[in-house]
């Protein structure tokens, strides 16, 4: 698109999504998105710099592949894209419908889950060309 990022919106983007989603060195990301992309620049290269986290690249999305090395590389986290997401899960299970939406209380009901169980929270803050934190 030709937008253009500023390091200091670039460093403020990638250090408070590293915060707010608790990101720290011992975190380990599948990457999948491109890194041209503003996703896939500051969730699979920028906040994994600014941790000293590792990042696991996938160079293009292959639901299988990216099964594989989610569990060779015992991945922490993954910022997808919503097809990605439905594609993967559709591997796991035989879906005949998928929904997912936001709720209010999304933060205190994701504190409260038990380790076992998992939850997908989509969060925006802004228009997509002021580079939001997205976390999916």
């Known amino acids: 698109k030709g937008c253009i990022h500023r390091h200091r919106q670039v ?3 990638a250090i408070a999504s590293a915060m707010w989603s608790s990101v720290n060195s011992e975190d380990r990301s599948l990457c999948v998105l491109p890194m041209f992309h503003v996703t896939g620049m500051q ?6 710099m600014y941790t000293g986290g590792s ?4 160079t293009r999305w292959n639901r ?18 919503p097809t990605m997401l439905i594609d993967f899960l559709a591997s796991l299970f035989h879906w005949t419908f998928l929904l997912a939406g936001g709720e209010p209380d999304a933060q205190r009901r994701s504190q409260q ?12 803050f802004a228009p ?6 997205l976390r999916l």
């Open 43 to 48: 969730h699979c290269m920028n906040i994994g």
């Open 128 to 133: 997509p060309r002021r580079m939001p934190p």
């Open 55 to 58: 990042g696991v690249i996938l």
């Open 64 to 81: 299988e592949a990216a099964g594989k090395l989610i569990e060779r590389y015992k991945c922490t986290r993954w910022t997808s894209v």
């Open 11 to 13: 460093m403020h983007t």
């Open 113 to 124: 889950r038990r380790p076992q169980q998992f939850a997908i929270n989509l969060h925006m």
